[in-house]
């Protein structure tokens, strides 16, 4: 529960209990206060106990976490606790989505080991933390939203307790039945390369997942008798459901590691060729190149079907997503390459990159252009003002004052910027608003009107910078959008824009949609 009624800014957080007696209308019930921030209260069968999940400011859930069981008294109060994980001083771990077996064993999953999370499970008698299965692979992700389901246990499976369950390794979703009790791991063949949540059913679980080619979809795999194996596969819902007439366009991702500015380290990206059925480029051109930052910027490029990648490479762009230092899905140490380094990392790995894919012959190095949303903006622009790479940049309400940001910054975010940025001196020499004369090619900026994060005045700016420089820039300012456009007529008018200012100014070639160009300064 968040009350924020002494503060809005600083609201008090409690796991309390709620009556639903018919008309009861009294104060909820705190069980448990104190700290910062509480996730996944979760009671066991017998209800004689809870798990739940807590941590404190400055860390984020992923940084740092404590895993803690209460026992209740007879009035329904938490009384005796136990801290489960994250208390030992040798561990630095983040422990995240405990349940209760149906036998009342607490599983949970931690990076206490390896720096990747594993699912471990408490003996309550012994007190006890052991892990049931050790991969190199994440079988969860930064918690950004409440009631990610990683695992589930298999309903009316009395003999063995099996778990359906999927883990993140190498740029790939894997999904399979984990028996705990002989810590076998059988895989389950599945159409999907990206599974985000995991739910069981009657003899079946349902997982939501997408891929190259699918679509973001909910679908219901079927087990045998002995919960062994997997007989059948169906999608029960899909967010396209007519998608698959288009596949024939369609670039599929291909998975890549590159080298980073750092000696013997790497980084890791989705590469989309160009690709069109019913058109093939010129043998001896290579093709422009789009660099997408995503946002976060704890985050990750999962190489799932997204029609804004396919709209460039449909017309002739290559593009890559990168999963730049501190990136979620790689384990800890890779996401903590971020700490203290944000608008460093990122910046060179996208650079590295981006020469990477030219040295290898795969694009043209003259065509080179960078675009990122939020944090991802942030990234972009921070590409564009510091470093020579690219010919030109799209920045969609991109971060350009760091102290602005970190001024503005909620509860859960009060600390995050400061963990990864550092000190005053990092926050102004980072900060591309702190450098506008050292745009030296093309920006076209996108904002939100009424954006609580970025406020607009930061892209006008830079645009304006620009603009006195003599290079060609284009601003869009949207009433009534905030952080993040909602509108369609805005999407779709943003992806058109950016193309045809790339087009026009970078990729020396038509575009072959009737677009109707707004107006770029400084260019005729």
Same mark, same amino acid.
């Given at each position: ?325 501190? #990136? ?102 980072? #900060? ?93």
């Amino acid at each position: 529960m968040e009350d924020h009624r002494k503060s809005s800014s600083n609201p008090i957080t409690t796991v309390a209990s709620v009556s639903t007696s018919v008309g009861d209308v009294n104060e909820p019930t705190v069980l448990v206060s104190g700290n910062d921030f509480y996730a996944f209260p979760r009671i066991d069968p017998t209800e004689k106990c809870m798990a739940w999940i807590e941590w404190s400011n400055p860390n984020m859930s992923w940084d740092k976490a404590q895993l803690w069981v209460g026992y209740f008294s007879g009035k329904g109060e938490v009384q005796k606790r136990i801290c489960i994980a994250g208390e030992d001083p040798l561990f630095v771990e983040s422990p995240t989505e405990p349940k209760w077996s149906s036998k009342g064993e607490l599983f949970f999953i931690t990076d206490r080991e390896s720096g990747f999370w594993n699912i471990h499970k408490w003996d309550e008698q012994s007190n006890v933390v052991v892990q049931v299965y050790s991969i190199d692979a994440e079988f969860s992700k930064p918690m950004w939203n409440f009631g990610v389901s990683s695992y589930d246990f298999l309903r009316n499976d009395d003999s063995s307790q099996k778990i359906a369950c999927c883990y993140r390794q190498n740029g790939k979703s894997y999904v399979g039945l984990l028996d705990h009790d002989s810590g076998s791991f059988t895989k389950v063949d599945l159409p999907f390369t990206s599974v985000t949540n995991i739910v069981s059913g009657d003899g079946s679980f349902y997982v939501e997942g997408a891929s190259g080619s699918l679509p973001v979809s909910l679908a219901k795999v079927t087990l045998d008798e002995k919960r062994t194996m997997a007989t059948d596969f169906s999608i029960v819902w899909s967010s396209s459901e007519d998608i698959r007439k288009y596949t024939s366009y369609f670039s599929l991702p291909e998975f890549m590691k590159f080298p980073t500015a750092i000696s013997g380290q790497h980084a890791y990206a989705y590469f989309y060729a160009p690709h069109n059925h019913i058109f093939e480029g010129s043998s001896d051109e290579k093709p422009p190149l789009l660099v997408r930052t995503h946002g976060g910027p704890t985050d990750e490029a999962r190489g799932v079907l997204d029609l804004s990648v396919q709209y460039w490479t449909s017309r002739g762009w290559a593009l890559i997503d990168v999963n730049y230092g501190g #990136s979620a899905g790689y384990g800890r140490e890779y996401r903590e390459r971020l700490l203290g380094q944000w608008g460093v990392v990122d910046v060179n790995d996208c650079c590295s990159c981006a020469t990477f894919l030219v040295e290898t012959g795969r694009v043209d190095g003259q065509r080179l252009c960078v675009t990122g949303e939020s944090a991802g903006g942030f990234t972009t622009l921070a590409c564009l003002a510091f470093r020579q790479i690219f010919k030109a940049g799209a920045s969609l309400y991109g971060i350009a004052d760091l102290a602005s940001l970190r001024a503005g910054m909620h509860k859960f975010e009060a600390y995050y910027i400061d963990n990864l940025v550092g000190n005053k001196q990092a926050y102004f020499e980072r #900060s591309p608003i702190n450098f506008v004369e050292r745009f030296t090619c093309p920006v076209i900026l996108f904002q939100g009107l009424e954006d609580p994060v970025v406020s607009p005045d930061q892209a006008t700016t830079i645009y304006k910078a620009i603009k006195d420089k003599g290079l060609p820039v284009a601003l869009v300012e949207y009433e009534g959008e905030q952080h993040g456009f909602r509108k369609a007529e805005n999407i779709k008018f943003t992806l058109e824009q950016v193309m045809l200012f790339f087009a026009r100014l970078v990729g020396r070639f038509m575009v072959a949609d009737d677009i109707t160009p707004i107006k770029i300064d400084n260019f005729d």
